[in-house]
């Protein structure tokens, strides 16, 4: 079996969806398995000696794609003429041989377009993910009006494609949350299969488990500074915290300059720094300085940067609400109620002030949180979970599928789709 895997991103640099996509096809080759990436050619630069040459498809810039990025409000329909252009491709492939995997985006709501007579399985998926009802007002105007129409359009799009009941199997890893989107859209219960969003890689659970109540009372936290990822509620959070307690902020984005006047204005100079971005080969070394990762995400749909701290043993501070709420059990992380943005504040502050001065309760966090993670996320096992649908969609039918047949082609390493076709 071949194994087609779409991505619109794939990169060690372009978050979480686009890593996991990079990290997977890593994975499957080091199994030996026969595998294909096919991405978008913005991602060329990025994948440079990250993938065996004739491992990757890139797909550049349709007339129409580019006419949706110059044209205001049209850069969402960007997707779904990528995915037309990967039908094309992969239709240069023996549809008895193959097996598509549509692995990002994670949006149920995302237009496909598999070609007709091929195998394909989608996910995992964890979208519709709003904003916890005390923090709406945090939504731009097109998110609200998403949040509205959300139901609707799901049941819309369910009437006109079958996306989801052709698939062979659509992987879950968003939950009752999306289990209800896929319903509106109708996809049948039988073809959901739940599965974890990431894997980890090995190299973490090498690793011996941090002892975090040997480090001072200094916390972290990690992301894209835009607000759904919380980092002015752990600000906030430490202005209400013991006098000790630190906290240092690795990444950029949009808000920085809103952060650091916060900061400022709390008079936190002292005790906050900015860190800017943090190289993902020094992760878990730099983690393992800190007492805790602060995570008080609004909007997350899975949590890569939680499932790798519970990996290395830093106890988590989160939401209870969205992705996170699927990652741990109390217990394997330190939840607060996601109500009102002072409710979460002070619980943010009392986490922290119990981690800095319950020692004990540290290290029993990290114990569990270790535990659970060599439990579920390693890549092997993850990898292994997607890779099994796609198998088991290929033995279902083998010899069977019979439209939509053509040649098959090896295509050479960076080859792009236009000159990739029947």
């Known amino acids: 079996m071949k194994l087609l895997v779409v991505s619109t991103n ?15 096809v890593q994975q499957l080759l080091a199994q030996g398995r026969d595998v294909t990436l096919i991405t978008h050619d913005r991602c060329r630069a990025a994948l440079a000696g990250q993938l065996p040459e004739g491992r990757v498809i890139y797909v550049r810039d349709s007339a129409m794609m580019r006419a949706c990025w ?6 969402r329909l960007v997707n779904s003429f990528f995915h037309l252009e990967v039908a094309r491709i ?58 509205r129409i959300y139901r609707p359009l799901q049941k819309l799009l369910g009437l006109f494609s079958r996306q989801f009941a052709r698939a062979e199997r659509v992987l879950v890893s968003g939950y009752d949350r999306t289990r209800e989107a ?6 049948p219960p039988g073809r959901i299969e739940e599965v974890w969003d990431a894997g980890l890689s090995e190299a973490l659970f090498d690793r011996p488990r941090i002892r975090p109540a040997e480090s001072p009372p200094r916390f972290v936290w990690i ?26 902020l690795y990444g950029d984005g949009p808000q920085r300059a809103e952060l650091e006047a916060l900061v400022r204005e709390l008079n936190l100079g002292a005790r906050v720094t900015f860190a ?27 949590g890569i940067i939680m499932q790798e701290a519970m990996a290395i043993g830093l106890p988590v501070v989160t939401l209870r609400w969205g992705g996170p709420l699927g990652l741990a059990e109390e217990g394997e992380a330190l939840f607060v109620d996601a109500g009102s943005q002072g409710q979460v504040v002070r619980d943010l502050a009392g986490a922290m002030q119990r981690l800095a001065y319950e020692p004990d309760l540290a290290e029993r966090i990290s114990q569990a949180a270790r535990a659970k993670a060599e439990a579920a996320f390693p890549w092997g096992r993850v990898a292994d979970s997607w890779y099994a649908a796609a198998r088991a969609a290929h033995d279902r039918t083998a010899g069977g599928s019979q439209e939509g047949r053509a ?13 990739h076709r029947a």
Request: aromatic share 10%; charged share 20%; glycine share 12%.
């Open 70 to 75: 110059r044209t205001p409000g049209l850069a």
């Open 90 to 147: 992969c239709r240069d492939f023996d549809p008895d041989g193959v097996v598509i995997h549509y692995l990002c985006p994670i949006s149920p709501v995302e237009q496909r377009f598999p070609p007709k007579g091929y195998r394909y399985v989608i996910g995992p998926l964890s979208g519709n993910i709003f904003y916890p009802p005390g923090f709406r007002h945090l939504a731009g105007r097109g998110l609200r009006l998403q949040q």
């Open 182 to 187: 896929l319903d509106w859209a109708g996809c």
């Open 10 to 24: 794939a990169a060690l640099t372009m978050g979480g969806e686009a890593m996991k996509a990079l990290q997977y």
């Open 223 to 248: 992301g894209r500074m835009v607000p759904y990822k919380g980092a002015e509620l752990a600000i906030r959070a430490l202005s209400h915290a013991p006098e000790q307690s630190q906290l240092t």
């Open 407 to 419: 040649r098959h082609v090896d295509v050479p390493s960076g080859v792009d789709s236009d000159q």
């Open 276 to 302: 800017g971005w943090l190289p993902h080969d020094a992760l878990a070394d730099t983690l393992g300085r800190f007492r805790g990762l602060m995570f008080p995400t609004l909007r997350e749909a899975n």
